[in-house]
């Protein structure tokens, strides 16, 4: 009887330890699901703030560029000039701040200027093999007509080889298929997808700039002189030097200079008889790539738009618009 007793109370006990064991289980799988379901709102409303930060920093962009009146477009102007903007930002946003760059697209290289009807744009091809086979990027003259005859192939709306280019053929034959687009290139990052285009190329590495910084899909054809970074500098004439180069950078970044003119460098000392085309440069743009990141923390939100801006400078058309 004794014994029995004892081996009830043994598995009664044995019972109130499992009990208590699930309960204190439970308790803790609880807990830990509260925290996690109160960190990921957290992080979720940290997120919506940086959101709208982030678009503050685009506002802000958009009324600089509308603010300009000058009748050119430079690297002197307050909209190519954020730093200051972003440092005031810090007291307009409780434990938040905003980072703001403005480029100007027109003053890169408009690649889907490079076909017309589905020849050679000669001006912009002469533009592009100058870029690639320059100081800069370095390609051979080879590597260099293979990538723009390539580039020329994916935009025209022919299934014809150029040169050394590829149509839907080679494509097809890749170990993961896509069809050639025949058509203008929507975003820069297009580009990736033809051949000969590397990601070293398009990206840039420590001794090159990269692609995606001297292309656009936007423009008529035009660089603005003011603005062009200096590998499209470089490549404006095949007489243009380094030292060139230098100089009209010097030049543009003074703003006691008047660079209303697109002819303004051939008042540069040193950086005379250049040939540039007749109508291949300009000193006034209209469309711009606007890139906020609104910041709190180690937490960042970064928005990146292209937007047109009209000639009234009433307003802005919003082209398009990314969230990373």
Same mark, same amino acid.
């Given at each position: 009887?004794?014994?029995?007793? +004892?081996?009830? /109370? ?24 509260? /925290? +996690?379901? !109160? ?90 093999? /100058? ?15 293979? !990538? ?133 440069? +300009? ?42």
């Amino acid at each position: 009887m004794i014994s029995n007793q +004892s081996n009830q /109370r043994g598995v009664a006990l044995i019972l109130v330890l499992l009990m208590i064991s699930i309960i204190v289980a439970v308790t803790i799988q609880l807990n830990r699901s509260t /925290r +996690s379901e !109160v960190y990921e709102a957290a992080n979720l409303s940290d997120g919506i703030r940086m959101r709208y930060v982030a678009e503050s920093g685009f506002y802000a962009g958009e009324a600089l560029l509308l603010a300009d009146k000058n009748p050119f477009d430079a690297l002197t102007e307050d909209w190519a000039k954020t730093e200051m903007l972003a440092l005031k930002s810090e007291g307009l946003f409780d434990n938040g701040s905003f980072k703001l760059l403005i480029e100007d697209e027109g003053g890169r290289i408009p690649v889907n200027r490079l076909v017309s009807g589905n020849g050679y744009n000669a001006p912009v091809r002469d533009l592009l093999l /100058r870029l690639l086979t320059g100081p800069y990027f370095r390609l051979s003259q080879d590597q260099a007509d293979e !990538v723009v005859d390539a580039i020329k192939d994916w935009i025209d709306t022919d299934d014809e080889v150029t040169g050394s280019g590829a149509e839907g053929g080679y494509y097809a034959g890749l170990e993961k298929p896509y069809a050639a687009k025949n058509a203008p290139l929507d975003c820069i990052e297009e580009l990736l997808m033809v051949k000969g285009v590397t990601r070293e190329l398009f990206y840039g590495t420590g001794e090159s700039p990269g692609l995606v910084l001297c292309l656009t899909v936007f423009g008529d054809g035009r660089i603005n002189i003011n603005t062009a970074p200096k590998p499209v500098l470089r490549a404006l004439s095949a007489e243009m030097t380094e030292d060139a180069v230098e100089r009209l950078d010097e030049y543009r970044r003074d703003e006691k200079n008047n660079l209303a003119d697109p002819a303004w460098y051939n008042r540069v000392q040193g950086a005379t008889g250049l040939n540039i085309p007749a109508g291949l440069t +300009s000193v006034l743009s209209d469309t711009f790539r606007i890139t906020a990141v609104g910041l709190q923390g180690r937490m960042t939100q970064q928005i990146t738009a292209v937007v047109k801006r009209e000639a009234d400078r009433k307003k802005v058309k919003l082209l398009s618009w990314k969230v990373d």
